[in-house]
T-cell receptor, first 117, second 113 residues
Framework: EPEVTQTPSHQVTQMGQEVILHCVPI?????FYWYRQILGQKVEFLVSFYNNEISEKSEIFDDQFSVERPDGSNFTLKIRSTKLEDSAMYFCASTPRQPSSYNSPLHFGNGTRLTVT | DQQVKQNSPSLSVQEGRISILNCDYTNSMFDYFLWYKKYPAEGPTFLISISSIKDKNEDGRFTVFLNKSAKHLSLHIVPSQPGDSAVYFCAAIYGGATNKLIFGTGTLLAVQP
């Protein structure tokens, strides 16, 4: 079964540094997402991306965050200047149609654990 | 933002018995609901969903029940198996143009052999 692939599995960075998290969504999917889960907390929506632009973002997704689909297969999340509170598991997800469509659940990758020291 | 709540952080069940995981929500505008299962070091995996116009959906050992008047849904797993041991997340989504899933905090299910 096709999978969403995320790299690296674990990223350690120093506060203030830029990080880029990589994702390869499922190839025929059109909608792409980033979610995050701070340790012990719930999974939170960050951003959705469709047709080469952000379609929705949460209040967490401030100017320090950006997303890009640089080619036909990759989908990246960049954090420009990391803070301690950015430490979390970041999940990429994709779906072939809008997830509000009944039979279009999100397919998640295995996540990148980001540790900011 | 506690629109979706899972009040039981953990649940322990004997193999072969029924597991019942509960979820409450506050927003009556949610259009449908999903359950995801998550193993350690993996991403959430879709399990089963239910539209707000239904009150039950069944898929093999998994059944989701929706009580709209109580704003409550539950996931029943029967019979429970040790491989079902995982964190279960309830999630909800509005209809229309939004793409945002709203997750509960999860319930850790342990199925004892």
């Amino acid at each position: 079964e096709p999978e969403v692939t995320q790299t690296p599995s674990h990223q350690v960075t120093q506060m203030g540094q830029e990080v880029i998290l990589h994702c390869v969504p499922i190839s025929n999917h059109l909608y792409f997402y980033w979610y995050r889960q701070i340790l012990g907390q719930k999974v939170e929506f960050l951003v959705s991306f469709y047709n080469n632009e952000i379609s929705e973002k949460s209040e967490i997704f401030d100017d320090q965050f950006s997303v890009e689909r640089p080619d036909g297969s990759n989908f990246t999340l960049k954090i420009r200047s990391t803070k301690l509170e950015d430490s979390a598991m970041y999940f990429c997800a994709s779906t072939p149609r809008q997830p509000s469509s009944y039979n279009s659940p999100l397919h998640f990758g295995n996540g990148t654990r980001l540790t900011v020291t | 933002d506690q629109q979706v709540k899972q009040n039981s952080p953990s649940l322990s069940v004997q193999e072969g018995r029924i597991s019942i995981l509960n979820c409450d929500y506050t927003n009556s505008m949610f259009d449908y609901f999903l359950w995801y299962k998550k193993y350690p070091a993996e991403g959430p995996t879709f399990l089963i969903s239910i539209s707000s116009i239904k009150d039950k959906n069944e898929d093999g050992r998994f059944t989701v029940f929706l009580n709209k008047s109580a704003k409550h849904l539950s996931l029943h797993i029967v019979p429970s198996q040790p491989g079902d041991s995982a964190v279960y997340f309830c999630a909800a989504i509005y209809g229309g143009a939004t793409n945002k899933l709203i997750f509960g905090t999860g319930t850790l299910l342990a199925v004892q052999p």
